[in-house]
């Protein structure tokens, strides 16, 4: 299980739309998810998605425990998400702050749906679907995104609420990147 390079902002493929997996329980596809894993906890990721190893498919893995340095940080529970769809469940959309390891050290305030619904499929095709809110849509959403090409700094409407981590929050520390 090789820890896979995660590529940075300005790397073209990272702004592809990525195709739907179409085979499930198949060796490729467990061998490109262990690398996923392997590589966010390397990196303390809350989450990552495959084209940020180079890999255009519809594949996203996200997940953040319950840690007692980060006590306001919202539990998430660890999955593999493929192919996913997400439906907006509320009008109201929430300000935060978010991180991603393919823009390393920065942060920036992303608005986003606080109440979502999301469907796919994990490794071995069986179907997801939850509805979920606050930090867990958060995520699922900045993940996602990568599937169509979309990174964070992306969506940011106010570009003073973007920057370096160390400057913007030089007293507390923050959420992982993602
Ligand atoms: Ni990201």
């Given at each position: ?45 809350a ?19 319950k ?14 998400l ?26 920036g ?28 849509a958060?995520v ?22 973007f ?7 030089a ?8």
């Amino acid at each position: 299980m090789p820890l896979r390079q995660v590529l940075r902002m300005g790397v073209p493929s990272l702004l592809e739309v990525s195709s739907a997996v179409t085979e499930f329980d198949v060796d490729a596809l467990h061998q490109l998810i262990a690398d996923m894993f392997e590589t966010m906890a390397a990196y303390s990721g809350a989450g990552l998605a495959a084209p940020q190893i180079g890999v255009n498919q519809r594949v996203v893995i996200f997940g953040v425990e319950k840690n007692s340095r980060y006590p306001d940080v919202e539990e998430v529970p660890t999955t593999v998400l493929i192919n996913p769809e997400i439906e907006f469940l509320t009008d109201e959309a929430e300000l935060g702050w978010e991180g991603c390891l393919s823009v390393p050290g920065m942060r920036g305030a992303v608005e986003r749906c606080m109440h979502i619904r999301y469907s796919g499929y994990d490794e071995y095709g069986h179907k997801i679907d939850r509805q979920v809110k606050g930090f867990h849509a958060r995520v699922v959403q900045h993940e996602v995104d990568h599937l169509d090409g979309i990174l964070y700094p992306m969506r940011i409407d106010d570009m003073s609420l973007f920057g370096f981590e160390k400057e913007l929050f030089a007293e507390s520390e923050q959420d992982q990147e993602s």
